[in-house]
């Protein structure tokens, strides 16, 4: 990684020695003649180094120094002093510089506080990059897991864009995630009090679009395409999630277009499974539409690309299924792992999850990819695999409902004595299920 030195000095002469010499050392720089000019383009995610001189027209070095670090109090700056101003680069030092340079200063003592100035920036940079993988991996609700290289940039990218206001747009196949991670950065966001609606444009007749999505009566409160009785208006500042967007008619794409030039809107977070740049291509899709919502767009792998990654989620699939149902998960062995691996998963994340579900469920052998059938006998037959079900089915609505049992012979349709019977056929007590 390139780490970019800045250069403040009010003497023209002093900021291009310093930049050829950095320069023939390898190092990339940018100069500045003033400090408010490089104050107004500083931001906490710099990662380089910065020297600045320390008298200054306008605004000196020690104002600058403490105008950064109102930006980020972890940057590292390197003042530059006059002969014998001691005292001056003493101050600069407890005001938070990381060191100082006593003109004149040779290109070796130059370069050695640069490399280390460079290496405690880049310490800063990986703890902060830890602290947000760690937050985004405890937050509550789903998660999406994975130690692969490209999700863990995914999640940095969905724990950035939390705080965001902008429109973003997820791009990846079929069940990748896109839901999940629009509902994270919602939930987390500065609108997470906020409603959050979903519209599904795959799934809605192009007749319904248009009511569905604005309304049938216009507001009288604003000339923008906010509706009443609309999934617009009922999101109001929060955010609308809508659902592959390539589905949505020219008209819809066109009415959306002109709805992000609106201030008074929900955030929109689009998603889709085309390659939307190529459909625009071929007038398929709007290009003002495309313009504005894939200004931040996030790319969903497909989990076959994800290596190591799919034998984690499976493992953790058959833990929770196996928790909410009360029974014990099963053991991969190097087999059933090949085959997994070896699975194409056109599905994705969402493929699998099913999958590991229906193995907790049913069995092993019950997998439409299981080709194993020398090895039936090891298996439970059909009436075991059943009452494995039914005891799941039970033990997850005695769990959901605490233990209440009116609620339970409601909603599976039983009478009190069939219910009663089959809880101690399975060994359920119903204290153990209330909170």
């Not at 605004?59 to 014998?84: C, I, N, R, Y």
Request: glycine share 6%; with cysteine; charged share 25%.
């Amino acid at each position: 990684m390139t780490h970019e030195i800045w250069i403040i000095d009010d003497e023209r002469s002093i900021r291009e020695a310093l930049s050829q010499t950095l320069e023939i050392e390898g190092f990339q720089s940018r100069t500045f003649s003033s400090a408010t000019e490089a104050l107004s383009q500083l931001n906490s995610s710099f990662e380089g180094v910065i020297v600045s001189d320390i008298n200054m027209p306008i605004m000196d070095g020690m104002s600058f120094l403490t105008k950064a670090q109102s930006v980020d109090p972890e940057l590292s700056v390197v003042m530059l002093t006059g002969h014998g101003d001691i005292s001056t680069a003493v101050s600069a030092m407890r005001k938070g510089a990381y060191d100082f340079l006593e003109k004149p200063f040779s290109t070796d003592h130059l370069l050695d506080v640069l490399r280390r100035g460079i290496e405690k920036r880049r310490l800063v940079m990986e703890n902060r990059e830890l602290k947000r993988e760690l937050e985004t991996q405890s937050a509550p609700g789903p998660r999406i897991l994975g130690n692969c290289e490209l999700i863990k940039q995914l999640r940095r990218s969905i724990f950035h864009l939390k705080d965001q206001s902008g429109d973003v747009l997820l791009q990846g196949e079929r069940g990748t995630g896109k839901e999940l991670a629009a509902r994270f950065i919602h939930d987390h966001g500065n609108r997470q009090d906020e409603p959050f609606l979903s519209f599904k444009c795959r799934q809605i007749p192009e007749a319904l679009m248009e009511i569905e999505l604005f309304g049938t009566e216009q507001s009288a409160f604003t000339a923008l395409s906010t509706y009443k009785n609309s999934k617009i208006a009922a999101a109001g500042k929060g955010t609308l999630f809508l659902d592959g967007i390539e589905a949505l008619t020219p008209s819809m794409q066109d009415k959306i277009s002109a709805l992000l030039s609106s201030s008074s809107r929900p955030r929109i977070i689009a998603s889709t499974r085309v390659d939307l740049l190529n459909s625009t291509k071929q007038n398929m899709f709007s290009p003002p539409l495309f313009d504005s919502i894939s200004m931040t767009t996030l790319h969903f792998p497909p989990l076959r690309e994800r290596g190591d990654d799919i034998i984690t989620l499976c493992q953790n699939f058959f833990r929770t299924t196996a928790s909410r149902f009360g029974i014990a998960p099963p053991n991969l062995d190097l087999e059933h792992k090949t085959m997994i691996m070896n699975h194409r998963w056109n599905g994705n994340v969402r493929e699998l999850r099913t999958f590991a579900e229906r193995w907790v469920l049913m069995g092993e052998q019950s997998l439409e990819n299981d080709s194993r059938s020398e090895h039936e006998k090891e298996h439970d037959s059909l009436g075991e695999r059943m009452q494995k079900v039914e005891r799941a089915i039970l033990f997850d609505s005695l769990n959901r409902h605490n233990g209440m049992l009116k609620e339970v012979q409601t909603e599976l349709g039983l009478a009190r004595k069939t219910l009663y019977e089959k809880l101690k056929k399975h060994h359920l007590d119903k204290e153990n299920f209330k909170g």
